[in-house]
Structure formats: structure tokens, C-alpha cells
């Protein structure tokens, strides 16, 4: 298991002195954190994460899970797509299922707590039976809901609003609602799979493995093979740059099973890269976490063209590797690059094949901006400042009536 | 050669180095051009502004600094407006007495430049201005310096927040742009009248919080070395 103390060496020892002492300051609290799923997807990985060091901190953290059938599931994937923006159409009976199995869930929780952290909108209705059983109920948005489906939406807020605060990953997607919004940005975990360094030789059996020769400069981009992440505009950069300077692409990524555009995505690029020795597309199983670790290490610029992002922990995690980023100038991606500081904006498949070639011949500039790319994830979004900004969190909690505590 | 100075010299009074954690808190609004933005900073919360001018600075506090604040950034990328960022970037909020002063004066700022502009400028599509607020903890650590030497320990402990809370936001807390706490309590605890002018003459516009601790570190130690003082 995963020490605290493991983050000293990472994000430095004064950092984890720091969650010590607002631990302490916070006192034995209990918190149950809720969610739909124990394992696959990105909440169930952070709160994998995030809990055990929380126990650490002397904090009692729970975890429940909500269960339910599988309209119940297909309902709530409705709500998500719903929050990003998408029409989905709902009726009374799958409002009404949603509330239903909500209810059930209710009636076999018997814990009381100090906080509860309610992540998306899957297990949000709980709050309607169970208020009595914490001191503060917070909901957790982990969704870009910056223009959700507003009728869906109406619907949700409702039981949103009874709560007592909210948490959202970006300014943007934060919403008109009566009580207090906070931004917790996401983070990655140095130590995973995904993220912990790696040795040079490990690195290049990987390369081995998924024969991609290191002859040339190596472009990469990881990402889902859809429409939103653009792999054929970034298909499109690599063959202009590619007149000018020999270097070789990879896309790499899982397929994207629940995007309807996906299959034919994945055709398109396949068609543009065939016959290309250059191109290498990989279709990887969701946890080939260390490839995509490996793929990254290996990578001379880490590209992420998506023309519609959430946060983007794709770049954070290149950013973290060290390496010259080019991002789509969307979503979280221009929280995290800075032209000419931590990496490069760009808005077009030309404007990537530009930045590309800068940096190729530009070498000490790529090594600068990674530099200064991984300082600034190290700084902002490693898992030490999440658990900080959740126990500061839990400090104003206690205040509510407060924007300025002094102890 | 000038005397040494002694790291050992016990202070008068102890320092106490604070902590200051800070949760933004959006505000749900946006700037998609810079009459919106006009509209926004004549129309919002104190709260905001001091987000944006002073508390922004920890939040997203770059390994290097362009723009001194967020509005001169944003002119600059996301309007790409660069005159206007020249203007935003000499605005110094700390010349003003309080938020109502700095408002009106970022209102004249930007009103004046659109009047005498034909066209609107316009955010690059995804580069808005989100506007936000902060609710803010500030807590008394356990790190105490009673000598020289101690505060330099001290200042190597403690969080960039607190090189934040002490070095950047006390200046406005005490008043005056050219003190912080961390050169008033050398001011007022040791005979070092170098020392404390060669910390108040770092531009703290153009270092980032650990470039802030590198500095005053390398000042204190490099007295104490031999650079002298007095």
C-alpha cells in the first residue's frame, strides 16, 4: 500500500507536513464518500486513491456504492451524457426509476457521518432519505457541465439544491445554485501505474513490444479514437510536418465503445494512416497503464489536438513526464499550457504542424517547456494538493457561515 | 570588510510563520469580451477582484511569471490585445487604499481604452474569463523562528502559501506596497537595514513563489556569508 510518506521525495516534504497539520487541525471526522461503481472509471480510481491516505491523516473514510439494475445504469449514463450537453430524451418513468432505486439504496445505509461526498449524479436523490444521517452533504460533479441538457438539468438541480455545497473541476462548469461552489481541480497520482518513473530499459521493451522503432523523433498523442480528440487533424499535422522533417506518430488509446461516432472514427483513421510505415496506430486495453506510461517516456512532443475537452489529464500526465506539450486550445487543456511557458496552444491541424516543427528544431526550448511543464503539475495538480484542498474543504465546512478563518 | 552577521543573534520577538490554504470559488459567470469584462468588475463582489489581483497569485502561481495579474494575462492570450496588456501590467492594485479604489480604477482603465476602440475585442474561442472568489484559512503553523538561522529553516518549511501569505498578500493586509511581514520583522528584530532594503527591492510582480523563497534565502545566507550589512 501507498505511503503518505512515499509523496515526500515528490512533492516535497513541506507539502506533506502541511496535510499533517490540517488533519490535525480538523480533528477525527467521519466521511462516506458515494459512488455508482468500485472499479473502472475515473472517480472509482480516485477515490481508490485518495481514501487510504486520507485513513492516514487519521480522517475515517468510508466508501459506499450504490447498486442497481441495469435500466437503473442506463438512466444514469443518460444524466451523464445529459450533464455534458447531449439531448437525451427523458421521461417520467426513468425519472421516476432513477428516484426509485435511489430510495432502495437508502434503506440499507445505516452510518452516520460528519461529511458526505456524493460524486455525480448516480447516487445524488440520497439526500432526500438520509439527510438526517451527516452534518454536511456535498455534491461532487466530476462531469463538464458547463452547458448541460437544460430540461435534464432542471430536473437534477432540484435535488442538487438541497444540498449543502458543491464541488466542480473547472470554473466554467459551475452552475447557478443556492448554496456555496467550490473548485477542486483533478490531480494525478505520481505513484500509479500510469505515472511512477520508469527505467530506461523498461521503457524500451515496451517500445519493443508494440514495435515502434526510436529512429526518429516520436510524436505522440494518447487519447480515445473519437471525433472530440481529432486523431485525423492530428494525422493531417503529422503529414505536413512530415515534408520538412522524417519523424514518426503515435495515436494511441482504447476504442470509444460508448461513442456512437467511435467505429466509424476509428475506420477513418485507420484509412489515413494505412499504408504509412510512419503511423502507427495501437489500440491498447483500458489498463494498459504502463504502455501509455512507457509510450509517454519514449515520446520526443506529446500532442493533445482534442477540439473539446474536460480537464485534459492526458496532458497533465505528459506535462508530468517531462515533455514539450501541444494542446488543443479547449476545456482544462488552457489551464495547464501557457504558450511558450509550460507548452503550446494551438486551433488547427496546421497550427500543430507548426509547433511541431518549432520544437524539432528547437530542442533546448522542448526541454525547457517540460521542465517547466513538470514543475507546474507538481506544484498544482499532484493527489497531495487534492487531499489538501479536501481537508481545507472540510475546515470551511465546519464554518459555514465563514469566507475567513483564522485559527 | 563589513561584519559578519550572526545568525545566532536571538529576535526580540519570535517570528510565526502562517499558513494560508485558499478554495476558489466560481462565480458562474464569464468574460467572453472585454465589455463583458467591464461589465463584470464594475458589477462584482469585492471578493472577486481580489481573487483575480492578489489571491490568483497562489492559485495558479506559474514556475514563471509573464503578467503580473490575471487581467493582463487574459488581454494578452486570450484577447490578444497586447496594448492593453501593457496597461494592465503596470496597474498596481497595491498604489490603491482599498477594493472600491482599485474597482474604479480598473473601470476607468478599460472604459477609456474601448472608447477609443472601433471593434470589440473578442476571447479566442475556449480562453473566456471565469470569474471567481475564494474562501480562505489562514492558520498559525507550527514553525517559529527565534534567530536568523531559524527563520531561514523556517522559511525552507513551510508552503509556498505562506511565502504567499507573508510576502505577497501582507503588503496589502499592512497597507503599504514596499513592506511585507517577513522584512518589517527583520526591520524591527535586527540592526540589518541592507538586508531588509535588498528584500523590499525584489519586484515581487515577476517571482513566483518559489523563486520568492530562493531569493530571500540566498539574501539572508549570502549576509550571513559575508556579504555583510550595516
Given at each position: 500500500m501507498v505511503n503518505l510518506d512515499d509523496y515526500i521525495p515528490i512533492a516535497g516534504p513541506e507539502v506533506v507536513e502541511q496535510l499533517h497539520r490540517l488533519a490535525d487541525r480538523l480533528g477525527p471526522r467521519r466521511v462516506v464518500n458515494i459512488n455508482s461503481t468500485r472499479v473502472g472509471g475515473g472517480v472509482a480510481e480516485i477515490l481508490s486513491c485518495a481514501i487510504p491516505l486520507l485513513k492516514q491523516l487519521g480522517l475515517e473514510v468510508s466508501w459506499e456504492v450504490i447498486q442497481g439494475d441495469p435500466f437503473f445504469f442506463e438512466i444514469t449514463k443518460g444524466l451523464h451524457n445529459a450533464l455534458q450537453g447531449y439531448r437525451v430524451p427523458f421521461t417520467d418513468q426513468m425519472f421516476a426509476h432513477y428516484q426509485e432505486v435511489n430510495r432502495e439504496n437508502a434503506r440499507k445505509f445505516q452510518w452516520e457521518a460528519d461529511y458526505v461526498i456524493v460524486h455525480d449524479p448516480q447516487p445524488a436523490p440520497l439526500i432526500e432519505h438520509l439527510r438526517p444521517q451527516a452534518r454536511q452533504w456535498i455534491w461532487r460533479c466530476h462531469i463538464d457541465a458547463s452547458r448541460p441538457h437544460l430540461p435534464v438539468w432542471r430536473f437534477l438541480r432540484e435535488i442538487v439544491r438541497q444540498y449543502d455545497a458543491s464541488i466542480f473541476s473547472m470554473s466554467k462548469f459551475a452552475q447557478n445554485l443556492p448554496h456555496p461552489q467550490y473548485l477542486i481541480t483533478p490531480s494525478i497520482d505520481p505513484l500509479s501505474a500510469k505515472n511512477i518513473d520508469l527505467a530506461p530499459e523498461d521503457v524500451a521493451a515496451v517500445l519493443d513490444r508494440l514495435e515502434v522503432e526510436r529512429d526518429k523523433p516520436l510524436i505522440l498523442q494518447v487519447s480515445r479514437?473519437?471525433?472530440?480528440?481529432?486523431?485525423?487533424?492530428?494525422?493531417?499535422?503529422?503529414?505536413?510536418?512530415?515534408?520538412?522533417?522524417?519523424?514518426?506518430?503515435?495515436?494511441?488509446?482504447?476504442?470509444?465503445?460508448?461513442?456512437?461516432?467511435?467505429?466509424?472514427?476509428?475506420?477513418?483513421?485507420?484509412?489515413a494512416a494505412s499504408g504509412d510505415p510512419d503511423i502507427h496506430i495501437l489500440l491498447l486495453p483500458p489498463d494498459s497503464h504502463r504502455d501509455i506510461n512507457?509510450?509517454?517516456?519514449?515520446?520526443?512532443?506529446?500532442?493533445?489536438?482534442?477540439?473539446?475537452?474536460?480537464?485534459?489529464?492526458?496532458?497533465t500526465e505528459a506535462m508530468w513526464k517531462g515533455k514539450p506539450v501541444i494542446g488543443g486550445a479547449v476545456g482544462g487543456i488552457?489551464?495547464?499550457?501557457?504558450?511558450?511557458?509550460?507548452?503550446?496552444l494551438v486551433h488547427s491541424p496546421e497550427g500543430l504542424a507548426f509547433r511541431i516543427r518549432y520544437l524539432l528544431h528547437r530542442p533546448e526550448l522542448a526541454?525547457?517547456?517540460?521542465?517547466?511543464?513538470?514543475?507546474?503539475?507538481?506544484?498544482?495538480?499532484?493527489?497531495?494538493?487534492?487531499?489538501?484542498?479536501?481537508?481545507?474543504?472540510?475546515?470551511?465546512?465546519?464554518?459555514?457561515?465563514?469566507r475567513f478563518i483564522e485559527f | 570588510m563589513a561584519p559578519l552577521c550572526n545568525l545566532e543573534q536571538p529576535a526580540a520577538n519570535p517570528f510565526w510563520f502562517s499558513e494560508c490554504f485558499l478554495i476558489p470559488m466560481p462565480m458562474g459567470r464569464a468574460a467572453l469580451n472585454l465589455r463583458e469584462l467591464l461589465h463584470a468588475v464594475r458589477e462584482l463582489g469585492n471578493g472577486v477582484l481580489f481573487y483575480h489581483f492578489f489571491q490568483s497569485r497562489l492559485i495558479t502561481n506559474p514556475p514563471e511569471i509573464e503578467y503580473p495579474n490575471e487581467f493582463s494575462a487574459w488581454a494578452a492570450t486570450a484577447l490578444q490585445d497586447i496594448k492593453l496588456s501593457e496597461k494592465l501590467s503596470s496597474f498596481d492594485p497595491f498604489e490603491y487604499q482599498n477594493l472600491e479604489a482599485v474597482r474604479q480604477a480598473v473601470t476607468d482603465l478599460l472604459?477609456?481604452?474601448?472608447?477609443?476602440?472601433?471593434?470589440?475585442?473578442?476571447?479566442?474561442?475556449?480562453?473566456?474569463?471565469?470569474?471567481?472568489?475564494?474562501?480562505?484559512?489562514?492558520?498559525?503553523?507550527?514553525?517559529s523562528a527565534a534567530t536568523l538561522r531559524d527563520f531561514c529553516?523556517?522559511?525552507?518549511?513551510?508552503?509556498?502559501?505562506?511565502?504567499?501569505?507573508?510576502?505577497?498578500?501582507?503588503?496589502?493586509?499592512?497597507?503599504?506596497r514596499e513592506v511585507d511581514d517577513f522584512s518589517y520583522w527583520l526591520e524591527t528584530n535586527f540592526e540589518l537595514p541592507d538586508l531588509v532594503a535588498a528584500i523590499r527591492n525584489i519586484d515581487i510582480y515577476f517571482y513566483s513563489l518559489q523563486e520568492t523563497?530562493?531569493?530571500l534565502l540566498s539574501l539572508i545566507e549570502g549576509v550571513a556569508e559575508g556579504g555583510g550589512d550595516g
Open positions: 479514437f473519437d471525433s472530440f480528440k481529432d486523431p485525423i487533424g492530428v494525422i493531417q499535422a503529422f503529414k505536413l510536418v512530415r515534408r520538412h522533417t522524417p519523424c514518426r506518430l503515435i495515436l494511441a488509446g482504447g476504442e470509444a465503445t460508448d461513442d456512437p461516432e467511435g467505429p466509424r472514427i476509428l475506420a477513418e483513421v485507420q484509412e512507457a509510450l509517454q517516456r519514449a515520446a520526443d512532443i506529446i500532442v493533445q489536438k482534442s477540439t473539446r475537452e474536460g480537464f485534459g489529464l492526458t496532458v488552457v489551464l495547464q499550457i501557457q504558450d511558450y511557458h509550460t507548452g503550446f526541454r525547457r517547456l517540460g521542465g517547466l511543464a513538470r514543475e507546474f503539475v507538481r506544484l498544482h495538480f499532484l493527489v497531495t494538493r487534492k487531499l489538501r484542498d479536501y481537508l481545507t474543504l472540510m475546515i470551511l465546512r465546519d464554518n459555514p457561515d465563514s | 472604459e477609456e481604452y474601448l472608447w477609443d476602440l472601433p471593434t470589440v475585442p473578442w476571447a479566442r474561442p475556449g480562453l473566456e474569463f471565469h470569474f471567481c472568489q475564494a474562501s480562505t484559512i489562514v492558520m498559525r503553523s507550527e514553525i529553516t523556517g522559511l525552507r518549511q513551510v508552503g509556498l502559501d505562506s511565502i504567499y501569505y507573508h510576502f505577497f498578500e501582507s503588503r496589502w493586509r499592512l497597507g503599504t523563497r530562493k531569493t
